[in-house]
């Protein structure tokens, strides 16, 4: 990713939509809207990163086709930021729980998609009043459990892991504050309780980092520094304290997205390299973490496309999506038995987004569905986002199950979650 050029374009972006808000309404939140339906297979939810308070989050109600209805929005407290994900970031709207275990994952591709997955918990980031957001979930209805400090500036990254929460305070708006990474204790009822001894600095002061995230056995917690091409490591206590940082070069340039690869190889994981690859290009690398210690298995794998910089992984570890956010692209890899990767296409585009996007954000639902956030924050003239989507085949290919033109998103809209 061209990160100078990316940032001048969010600060152009920012200044004429505050000029055009007036004309155009882009300036105001989403309204609500009804669509009720009992019998969802899945829901889809959208961080709207409102830019004054209260941020609120759009809830998509998935049929068994894999097609949306929208179900409507609902506030979470807190406020968004434009600022604070200038550059990106992955993980700002986070699911946990459901009948099939507390985790964000979704079910296994192979499995019957019977809406099981009722209950559980989203946490969203409020980058614009250092908050974060917990609210519970029933069938795709939302209640706010409350809104809690995140301790530090700007945060825009959070994960979660049978009880831990652990955020990512980039502090990409405040030059005067430090980024770190803090973690809280989840009690019963959502409330967050900060862990002592689990506030901790990042490589510098200001790494402009992607994303923070568990291991599955929650030993360790990583972190994506793009500036620097570092991943930084951490012991995670049983206390969930956490120790000083490791850091370890990365082998793409500019490593951002990140997800394990889950129940297959959950010490396997992949990372987004958004500058990986030849003439401009991205790829994407995978990793072994490893009794403390991060090996990768190859090379990075260039997709031949812009800009890669989200990830996610199949739940039965066959298959890896990255967006192409200047691209108008998806990549997927396919995930070999030692846990190298390939491209499942020639060319790197798997999948693609309506041209005038930026593809962002992904979320898998069912197992089955892989769903984008399309940014057009970036536009000459910024435009409202919407969302793509595909269902997945068993070759790892994607077919369309979404029209973007339907789907109409706060041009703010920074984080998707999905179940």
């Known amino acids: 990713m061209r990160l100078t050029s990316f940032r001048a374009r969010v600060a152009y972006a920012a200044v004429a939509l505050l000029l055009a808000a007036p004309a155009t309404g882009l300036g105001t939140s989403l309204q609500a809207a009804a669509a009720p339906d009992g019998h969802s297979a899945g829901h889809v939810y959208v961080l709207n990163n409102n830019l004054t308070g209260p941020n609120s989050i759009t809830v998509f109600n998935r049929k068994s086709d894999g097609s949306l209805v929208m179900a409507g929005t609902t506030d979470i407290g807190g406020m968004g930021s434009l ?105 019963a009822q959502g409330a967050l309780h900060p862990i002592a001894g689990s506030t901790r600095p990042l490589s510098a002061a200001h790494p402009n980092p992607a994303q923070v995230l568990l291991d599955p056995y929650r030993r360790y917690l990583l972190v994506t520094e793009k500036d620097t091409n570092l991943i930084d490591l951490y012991r995670v206590g ?123 954000e992904e979320a898998l639902s069912g197992g089955r569905y892989l769903y984008v956030l399309d940014s057009r924050l970036l536009l000459p003239v910024p435009g409202p986002a919407t969302l793509s989507g595909w269902r997945i085949g068993a070759d790892g290919s994607l077919t369309s199950v979404v029209d973007p033109a339907q789907i109409v998103l706060p041009f703010t809209a920074i984080g998707l979650a999905a179940d």
Do not use: K
């Not at 809104?147 to 708006?173: H, Q, W």
């Not at 995978?286 to 009794?291: E, K, P, T």
């Open 238 to 360: 049983h206390d969930g304290s956490l120790s000083a940082p490791a850091t370890i070069a990365s082998v793409g340039a500019i490593p951002f997205g990140m997800a394990f690869d889950r129940p297959e190889r959950p010490s396997e994981f992949i990372v987004a390299d958004a500058a990986g690859g030849a003439n401009g290009t991205g790829a994407a690398t995978a990793y072994r973490l490893q009794n403390g210690t991060i090996h990768a298995l190859g090379p990075a794998v260039p997709d031949h496309q812009i800009a890669p910089c989200w990830m996610v992984i199949t739940p039965n570890g066959r298959y890896a999506y990255t967006s192409n956010a200047d691209s108008q692209t998806i990549s997927g890899y396919r995930i070999e038995h030692d846990g190298t990767i390939t491209l499942l296409t020639a060319n790197g585009a798997t999948g693609t987004t309506p041209p005038d996007t930026f593809p962002l």
């Open 83 to 187: 600022a604070a994900f200038s550059n990106g970031t992955q993980g700002s709207l986070i699911r946990t729980g459901g009948s099939a275990g507390d985790d964000d994952q979704p079910v296994a591709t192979d499995t019957p998609d019977n809406g099981t997955r009722r209950g559980g918990r989203l946490f969203a980031a409020d980058a614009g009043s250092d908050q974060i957001s917990v609210v519970d979930v029933h069938d795709g209805r939302l209640t706010l459990v409350g809104v809690f400090p995140s301790g530090g500036s700007g945060p825009v990254s959070l994960t979660y892991e049978d009880g831990l929460l652990y955020v990512l305070n980039a502090a990409n708006a405040n030059p005067a504050v430090a980024a770190n990474v803090t973690g809280f204790r989840v009690d």
